[in-house]
């Protein structure tokens, strides 16, 4: 009997032996599978882009190399449940599977796109497709769209208008449509009561104004003086003057060559005869659209350009960037030869 007794003990002892054998097993291999860390890099942080399309298959071919142990990964996936979403996310080193699921499930980091002074839509959206995932043939598409045209009261022309040089926060995985309405919703947020009430009072368009105000920005890169520049366009244009700007027909120099990289320094008087509507020494009025992204500060120069009766400039060659200013034809003459005297001196002269 009492050999039994013993024999019982030492069955039930190993079968709790090996129940906590196996139970050990389990939480080590649970442990491995959710806690333990599994991140392949010696950085201290690692972006994973995932695209919108094939993203399961995408996904798992960039973490496969994230991580060290890919199987333990994908058991961890399987029991939480994981499917891939498009996105950019940042993984830190030493993350365990648990971590890493939840921060691809629902943590997609937005990236800063900032950009200023793009010549035209092209060079924007070239160089945006090199921040997001869309390619910038779909991003000129989507802006030169029929219908967002028409319910916008736009131009392929003046569409440009409503993208704003400035910084924003935007998601990788930002589709072309997405982009080209946040710049609309924040193209009208630029428009406050105060600027539309200054609109308003000169009876110019939105998209007039900020195609003078490239105008603006082009003849002028000094910001103290623009609203003294866009004073005179719009004294011209009062008194039904044409505009005569000069980067208006270096714009249409380049729309014909079909190159907006050209260098053009000067213009020359052959130059002033180009038949484009950008020519604003033949067409009177603002150019159709925009000859580039103008400054915030140029738009704002001629929303609140400065009050004179000035309707001439021309390059003031003792300040750099600055100009002399007239109120009439013989005061501008004389101004002329100041400058044209200079550009003789330094043997610039065309």
Same mark, same amino acid.
């Given at each position: 009997?009492?050999?039994?007794?013993?024999?019982?003990?030492?069955?039930?002892?190993?079968?709790?032996?090996?129940?906590?054998?196996?139970?050990?097993?389990?939480?080590?291999?649970?442990?491995?599978?959710?806690?333990?860390?599994?991140?392949?890099?010696?950085?201290?942080?690692?972006?994973?882009?995932?695209?919108?399309?094939?993203?399961?298959?995408?996904?798992?071919?960039?973490?496969?190399?994230?991580?060290?142990?890919?199987?333990?990964?994908?058991?961890?996936?399987?029991?939480?449940?994981?499917?891939?979403?498009?996105?950019?996310?940042?993984?830190?080193?030493?993350?365990?599977? !648990?971590?890493?699921?939840?921060?691809?499930?629902?943590?997609?980091?937005?990236?800063?796109?900032?950009?200023? !002074?793009?010549?035209?839509?092209?060079?924007?959206?070239?160089?945006?497709?090199?921040?997001?995932?869309?390619?910038?043939?779909?991003?000129?598409?989507?802006?030169?769209?029929?219908?967002?045209?028409?319910?916008?009261?736009?131009?392929?022309?003046?569409?440009?208008?409503?993208?704003?040089?400035?910084?924003?926060?935007?998601?990788? !995985?930002?589709?072309?449509?997405?982009?080209?309405?946040?710049?609309?919703?924040?193209?009208?947020?630029?428009?406050?009561?105060?600027?539309?009430?200054?609109?308003?009072?000169?009876?110019?368009?939105?998209?007039?104004?900020?195609?003078?105000?490239?105008?603006?920005?082009?003849?002028?890169?000094?910001?103290?003086?623009?609203?003294?520049?866009?004073?005179?366009?719009?004294?011209?244009?009062?008194?039904?003057?044409?505009?005569?700007?000069?980067?208006?027909?270096?714009?249409?120099?380049?729309?014909?060559?079909?190159?907006?990289?050209?260098?053009?320094?000067?213009?020359?008087?052959?130059?002033?005869?180009?038949?484009?509507?950008?020519?604003?020494?033949?067409?009177?009025?603002?150019?159709?659209?925009?000859?580039?992204?103008?400054?915030?500060?140029?738009?704002?120069?001629?929303?609140?350009?400065?009050?004179?009766?000035?309707?001439?400039?021309?390059?003031?060659?003792?300040?750099?960037?600055?100009?002399?200013?007239?109120?009439?034809?013989?005061?501008?003459?004389?101004?002329?030869?100041?400058?044209?005297?200079?550009?003789?001196?330094?043997?610039?002269?065309?």
């Amino acid at each position: 009997m009492g050999d039994n007794n013993q024999m019982i003990r030492r069955i039930f002892i190993a079968v709790l032996l090996l129940g906590f054998l196996i139970g050990s097993a389990f939480v080590f291999h649970f442990y491995r599978v959710f806690f333990a860390s599994n991140t392949a890099f010696e950085t201290p942080q690692k972006e994973v882009l995932i695209p919108s399309t094939d993203t399961k298959i995408a996904a798992y071919d960039t973490l496969v190399r994230m991580v060290e142990h890919f199987d333990f990964f994908q058991q961890a996936a399987r029991r939480k449940g994981y499917q891939p979403i498009p996105g950019r996310f940042v993984l830190d080193k030493g993350m365990n599977n !648990n971590d890493l699921i939840n921060r691809l499930r629902s943590e997609n980091k937005p990236i800063r796109l900032t950009f200023n !002074n793009q010549k035209t839509l092209m060079h924007l959206a070239a160089y945006v497709a090199k921040k997001i995932e869309t390619d910038s043939t779909a991003i000129m598409q989507s802006f030169y769209n029929a219908d967002f045209l028409k319910e916008n009261g736009l131009t392929q022309d003046n569409v440009l208008s409503i993208c704003l040089p400035n910084s924003y926060d935007v998601f990788w !995985n930002t589709t072309a449509e997405q982009f080209r309405d946040r710049m609309l919703r924040q193209y009208k947020a630029f428009w406050t009561p105060k600027r539309e009430a200054a609109r308003k009072k000169i009876k110019r368009s939105r998209e007039e104004v900020v195609a003078l105000a490239a105008v603006v920005h082009k003849e002028s890169y000094r910001v103290d003086e623009r609203p003294l520049v866009a004073g005179v366009y719009l004294n011209r244009l009062r008194k039904r003057m044409r505009l005569q700007a000069d980067p208006t027909v270096i714009y249409a120099l380049m729309r014909k060559a079909n190159d907006f990289d050209m260098d053009i320094r000067r213009v020359l008087y052959a130059d002033l005869k180009i038949r484009s509507p950008y020519n604003t020494y033949r067409n009177r009025g603002i150019p159709p659209g925009p000859i580039t992204m103008p400054d915030i500060s140029a738009i704002d120069a001629v929303l609140f350009a400065a009050k004179h009766e000035y309707i001439y400039f021309v390059a003031d060659p003792s300040r750099s960037g600055y100009h002399l200013f007239a109120t009439n034809l013989k005061e501008h003459n004389k101004n002329k030869k100041i400058y044209t005297r200079w550009l003789r001196e330094k043997n610039i002269y065309r």
